[in-house]
Structures are given as C-alpha cells and as structure tokens.
C-alpha cells in the first residue's frame, strides 16, 4: 500500500469518527424500566414508537424491572449511579419511594399537559390517583376468571362467594402468593361491605377472619408469583379459576382466543404509572417526555393495546378499538359501568403499613 | 539468575576459619538468594493478583457488606438522637407511656429531620415498620406538622395516632435506638424481645424460618441421596465401558448441562403437571382415573424431581473420572482370591471411589442449600427453600432481615464442611 493511500484511508476514519462522536453526543437515550409482556408492549405502541418516529434521535431501550423496581431504585441510589430515567410502578411502592427521597416530587399542574378541554391535571386525573411523586397512568384490576371449559354450561360461578365455594364450583384455583387482594376477596366473600374491608383487615380478628376463610379453599389452591404464570395455568387446564391482571387475562382471551371469563364481581382496582428517579442524567428530557407521554391522547392511545383504563377523565371518551383486533375496547375496562358494580379500591396506605406483617404470617399460612 | 553462579571461597589456610560465601558479583550469598527469591515471589503474586482482585471485588467485598447490611441499624440513632436520650430513663417493662418529654424530644428530632434531609424520615418510617406494623402511618401523620406543633405534644401525637398511645413502638425505638442491632438475627431464628427485654420464641403463626432451614437441609440431603443412587451405577457403567461408548454416554449426561437452566425447569413442569405427558399417559392406559391426576408439580415432588436432575452432572463428572482411574484387575483378583461378587464388589471396588463420591456430595449438597430459581418455578409452596426467603427480604422492605438469613446460611454451611473436614478430611476430596 502506497503511503498516500495510508494517509487518505487515516484521515477519513478520523474524519468519520470524529462524525460519529458528534452524532452520538447529539442521541438522546433513555432507559424506561416497565412491567414486561403485554404491557411493556402496549407502551411502546403507544408512546415510545410514536415519540421516536417524531424525533429521530431520541432512543428509548425497555427494561423489564418493574417487579423489583423498588429495591432496584434504592441500590442504585446507594450506590449513587443512577442508570434508570423512567420507572414504571406502583403507587404504594412511588409512596414509600418518594418517603426515601429517591425519586423526583412532581407538580402535576406545572410539569403535566393540560387535559383536551383544557382542565388541570390535578383535576383532570382521576380522584385519589396522584401521588407526591407519582404520575398515575392506568387503572387495572385484579379479577377472578374461571376457564368455561371446565365448568358445566349454565352453571358459571359469577361472585367472590361462588369462588370460595368450593362444593358448588369444584376444581383448583390458582392466587397470587402474597396476602394483597387476597385477604381482601376473603372479606368480601365472608360478607364484608367492599367499603369496611381495611377497617376490619387492621383488627387482629378481622385478619383472623380473613385466614379462616381462606382456610376453606386451602386445599384446591395452587400458587403463582408473576403475572404470566396465571393465565397460563388456566390455559393448561391446571386450575379451574385464577386471580389474574385483567389486561393479561384479556390479552389471552381476546388476543390467543382462550375460553377464559372474568368475573367483576369484587374486582380489585388499583392505579399504575410513572415515577422518574432522583438524580437521573436525563431528568430534563424524560420531563419533555412525560409531558407529552401523559397527555390526553396518549393515555387514550394505549387502552387500543390492552384493556386497561387511562388515569385521565378527558381520555376516557377517546377509547377507541383494539389496535389489531377491532374490538371496542370500552367494554373491557375495568372502570365501565358493567364492570364496575361491585369494586374493592386498593387501599395503599393499608399496605404500605401491613405487608411486613402480614406477608410474613400468609407466607406461614400457605 | 544472579546466584546461579554463586561461588564458595573458603580459606582454610588462616586457621580453618569460614569466610562468608559471596556471589560472584561479591555480594553475600544470603543477600542475594532473598533478593531473587523476592523477585519471583513478586512475579507469582502478579500472575494471581488479577485473581485476586477479583475475588475480592465479586466475592469477598459484597459478602462483607451483606453481613455489615444485617446488623447496621443507622436509622433510628442518627434521626431520633434527642429522643432515644429522652427514653433512657423509661421503664419498658411498665405497662406505662413514656413522659411528655420523649414526646417533645419526638416532635423536635422529627422537625429537625424534616427539614434536614427528608428522606431520613422516610428511612426511619420504614425501619420502624419492620418491627411494629403501622408505625409507618404513625411516623406519616405528624412528621408533616412537627415544625408547628407546640404542647401538649402526648395528647397530639395520640390524636394523630393511636400507636403513639401503645408502649410497643416506644419500646422499638428505645432498643433498637443503637447503631448495630441483633434484632434481625433474632427474627431469622423465629425469636423476638418480650417487652421486657428477654428473648421468647415468635407467636406459632409466625414462626418461619427455622422450619424454612430444616426443610431446606433435608431437601438437599435428599436431592443428594438421590444424585448419589442414580449417578454410581451410571458412572460405573460408563468407567467399564470402551473410551468411544463412554464418551457417547457422557455427551447424554452432559447435554442437558449445556441446556439453559430455564429450558430444563419449565419441560420439566410440561412433563410433571396435572395436564401434563406423564399424568395424561397414565390416565390414557387407564391406571389412574381422569380425577385422580397426580400433583407432581409446584409442590415438594416438584422441587427434588427437578433439581436433582439439574444436580446430577456434579455428581457423575467427579465419580466417573475417580472411577476410571480403578484398575479392574482389583476386582478380577478379589474374586480369583475367592470373594463373592458381592464381597468383592463392598470390601475392595466400593471404598476405592469415595473420595469422588465425597467430592460430588460436597458439589451437590452446597450448590442445593443455596438453589433459588428452581425452587422458586416448581415449588410451589411445599418446595420452597431458604433462598427463596432471602430473595424476597433483600427485595422487598426488609434487606436485613434477608441480609440476617443468608449470614446464617452461609455459617450453617461452613459449620457442614467443617464437620465433613473432621469426618472425611477435606484432603480425601478428588475430583478427577
């Protein structure tokens, strides 16, 4: 090789490095920390593709850490190397986060978009779901839902009480391994008003009562941790009923077509959303980007992914149909008149105080 | 090297005396053999320093912190000094509530915080909250008014709270009002201090974690039994056989090796559940009824069937290669000595691989103590172990208690092989 040709191929690659460099400094990459599945799915739908096509520098890269978000947000605040920007959770966990100082207060009003019709998001989300420093996104519910093919037709269990009643409604069932909900359902099915359920939950009786109950379908229950594994056993034909999150039970039913029923009867609703972690690098462009991401549209945009329903009073009439099915989505929601005739609301706060507890005496108990 | 040339002049013509011995560069002997022995100790350590250095960084570092995590207990000290001084003088064993001045003492440490650094409070909220339920509410409904609240604090603070009108969470803060706590050592025993201050068992329906241990040892005593009846008679096959059948053979011991751990769990579950091959096969030739399925799976069954099948690898690579090297002349000459098979096999081929068999129970009993994923898959309740306990402590509001327990594990652990050492002697370990 001539020592011309050295000298040209030497100053293009400086050249073009020095380009890519110049490049990358301009890149914006964002590391968004969410539950995995249908929902992370549904997310990037909704908001992640749609923003990236609209700035092409922006990269925004999934991480399925949601289950662990909590502890995950404290180590890396100990260790002071912050590497999540948006953290998709819950809002008991955003509490006591925002307790710990490791996530950013937020002020809706100033940092959020105004609703279409020009309302204040403090007023435009709906009531009891924000948090110090909690931006809520969705409204699920935990439900019971039973597979049709393994009950007789004409004699489908409609209530909390028809699924503790394990004479009527043989065959197993399949709960989450953690008392949340759980004891709650015990409650309801025993005859507590869906409204006194924590006041008797916080009575060593009432907890008493709880176990008891429960101790009625010990035998016939099987155990899941994450959420996929519900809909699964159901779909094996394991268990009869299983407690599920009504977004994936839907996902299985309308999306895979499994003959799978939600009973809403004492559904369990409780918000989800956003957090942005103190100290991040991006803090100023993950800001940009909730403001855009929260927006009326937006929140009305990912109900065409999964049935859950969006935080904000505007976006509720924007639910349209199901982005590849075509279904209307509406009916699937956890907040539709139909389907909200009987619901328990997650108290937080209960939990928040309880679980050390309680978690210990259920983990006894199973 | 220097004292390769190294040279004795002796004199013995000045009365027999010895002179030093030097090196041929005059310097002493002794001086120069230190100085090259330095040298290549100085090499050795280079070629393990990187080792090391990493075993300190991944292994040796986080394991300190693990233990520092379970008995470090910062938070209520460093946010409530003023009022663990103030709680100094209380009697806890008293039924009775500490004086105003604890409260006020409360007030101000918590108005203090507040505005010092507020997620100190949050912390100490959460600290509390692992020994008395509810006091997170508690500390939550009057840290936020601290700064203007003015006396009578007592009545306040028990309008606020009924907790604060209960001696219980005055008791935590007064003992656990110390920079290191055994608190949680005592809770990963299934043990708690009695107002008083003694220790006493936990309620029935709270004791956990010492039958979370016992269970965990017996699972894998009994994973280990069965890795060690199924794996002698495989590798004892494979020592007898030609190199080329038994290299076959080991390809199909080592293949699911190979497998992704994941991969391995859930055919399991395909194969073991209700609805599942084994179950379905056997309602097919009709030797069980269709309500009568086996529950196989996210149970104990669950737990041993998988992981002795993941285990079994450690124990026929260590056996099988202790057993090829066994001349089987041994055996043919016992038995042309006049041994039955039987005696011959027990009292001259049966002791020779126990060095292997002890290396592959060591692998197979340590790595099942500490097993997580599998357990946590399969298990369901019943099959359960230990670590799947500590993983939802470190996760979840309590990383000492979860820090506590895995301390302990790793003692109960090395008190094992410390009896194996006493027993077998870590020297009669042989792994090929």
């Known amino acids: 090789m001539s020592q011309r040709l050295l000298k040209v191929i030497g100053a293009g690659s400086a050249v073009s490095l020095i380009a890519m460099s110049a490049a990358q400094a301009q890149d914006i990459s964002l590391t968004v920390v969410s539950w995995g599945g249908a929902y992370t799915e549904s997310q990037v739908r909704a908001y992640h593709e749609p923003w990236m096509e609209m700035n092409p520098d922006w990269e925004i890269i999934n991480d399925d850490g949601s289950a662990n978000a909590l502890a995950g947000l404290r180590s890396q605040s100990e260790a002071g190397n912050v590497t999540w920007d948006l953290v998709d959770m819950l809002p008991s966990d955003a509490q006591l986060a925002c307790e710990e100082g490791i996530i950013m207060p937020i002020d809706h009003d100033e940092m959020l978009a105004d609703g279409e019709d020009g309302t204040p998001p403090s007023e435009d989300f709906l009531e009891g779901s924000l948090g110090e420093c909690f931006i809520p996104q969705i409204i699920y519910s935990t439900v019971v839902t039973y597979n049709s093919e393994m009950f007789e037709e004409g004699n489908y269990p409609e209530t909390i009480e028809d699924f503790f009643d394990t004479e009527n409604f043989p065959g197993r069932r399949a709960i989450q391994n953690r008392p949340a909900v759980n004891m709650e359902w015990a409650l309801y099915a025993d005859g507590v008003d869906p409204e006194e359920i924590y006041d008797v939950l916080a009575t060593p009786e009432g907890q008493d009562r709880a176990f008891a109950k429960l101790d009625t379908i010990k035998d016939d229950l099987v155990f899941w941790e994450e959420g996929a594994q519900s809909p699964q056993l159901l779909a094996d034909q394991e268990v009869s009923f299983a407690t599920g999150y009504n977004g994936r039970i839907f996902d299985a039913a309308e999306v895979e077509g499994q003959p799978f029923e939600i009973i809403w009867d004492g559904q369990v609703v409780e918000f989800d959303g956003w957090v942005v972690p103190a100290d991040g690098e991006n803090v100023d462009e993950v800001m940009e980007y909730l403001y855009w991401a929260t927006d009326t549209q937006r929140l009305a945009d990912q109900a065409s992914y999964i049935s859950y329903g969006p935080a904000r009073h505007s976006s509720q009439d924007l639910v349209g149909q199901h982005a590849d099915l075509g279904i209307d989505m509406a009916e699937h929601m956890p907040t539709h008149p139909d389907n909200y005739f009987a619901p328990i609301e997650l108290n937080n706060e209960f939990w928040t105080d309880w679980r050390d507890e309680l978690a210990e005496r259920f983990n006894n108990w199973m | ?432």
């Not at chain 2, 199924?230 to 056989?241: E, N």
């Open chain 2, 1 to 432: 090297m220097a004292q390769a040339d190294a040279s004795m002049e002796l004199d013995n013509r000045s009365g027999g005396s010895v002179e030093k011995m030097v090196t041929a560069d005059g310097l002493p002997l002794k001086t120069s053999l230190r100085r090259a022995e330095r040298r290549s100790k100085l090499f050795a350590f280079a070629l393990v320093a990187p080792l090391l250095g990493f075993l300190l960084i991944v292994f040796i570092f986080p394991m300190a912190q693990m233990m520092w995590r379970s008995v470090d207990n910062p938070q209520i000290i460093n946010t409530l000094p003023r009022t663990v001084e103030a709680l100094e003088a209380w009697n806890p064993s008293a039924e009775e509530l500490p004086p105003e001045e604890a409260y006020a003492a409360l007030n101000a440490d918590l108005a203090e915080g507040l505005e010092r650094d507020r997620g100190a409070i949050g912390r100490l909220q959460g600290r509390l909250n692992n020994d008395v339920s509810g006091a997170r509410a508690a500390v939550r409904s009057v840290a936020g008014q601290a700064g203007d609240r003015s006396e009578p604090f007592k009545d306040k603070f028990i309008e606020a709270n009924a907790l604060w009108g209960e001696p219980a969470i005055w008791r935590v803060i007064q003992r656990e009002g110390r920079p290191l706590t055994a608190s949680r050592y005592l809770r990963a025993l299934d043990r708690e201090y009695a107002p008083d201050g003694s220790i006493q068992m936990r309620d029935e329906g709270q004791r956990t974690y010492v039958a979370l241990f016992m269970r965990t040892f017996a699972l894998s005593a009994t994973i280990l039994g069965l890795t060690f009846l199924l794996g002698f008679p495989i590798s004892y096959y494979m020592a007898t056989l030609p190199m080329r059948y038994a290299n076959l053979l080991m390809i199909f011991v080592l293949l699911p090796f190979w497998t992704s751990l994941l991969v391995r769990t859930s055919a399991w579950i395909v194969l073991l559940q209700q609805q599942g091959v084994i179950n379905s096969t056997l309602v097919g030739l009709g030797i069980i009824g269709d309500d009568q399925r086996l529950s196989m799976v996210y149970n104990m069954t669950g737990t041993i069937v998988a992981m002795t099948h993941i285990l079994l690898p450690f124990m026929v690579l260590p056996l099988y290669s202790v057993m090829r090297g066994i001349p089987p002349s041994y055996m043919r000459a016992a038995k042309g000595l006049g041994a039955k098979p039987w005696t011959a096999f027990r009292r001259v081929y049966f002791p020779q691989p126990l060095p292997g068999v002890a290396a592959g129970g060591v692998l197979v009993f340590i790595i099942s103590i500490g097993y997580y994923i599998t357990p946590a898959l399969v298990g369901g309740q019943s099959g359960r172990m230990i670590s799947n306990e500590i993983a939802r402590h470190i996760q979840g509001d309590n990383p000492g208690l979860g820090a506590a327990i895995a301390t302990l594990l790793l003692v109960c652990v090395m008190i094992l092989y410390w009896v194996y050492n006493r027993l077998v002697g870590a020297d009669n370990l042989k792994l090929g």
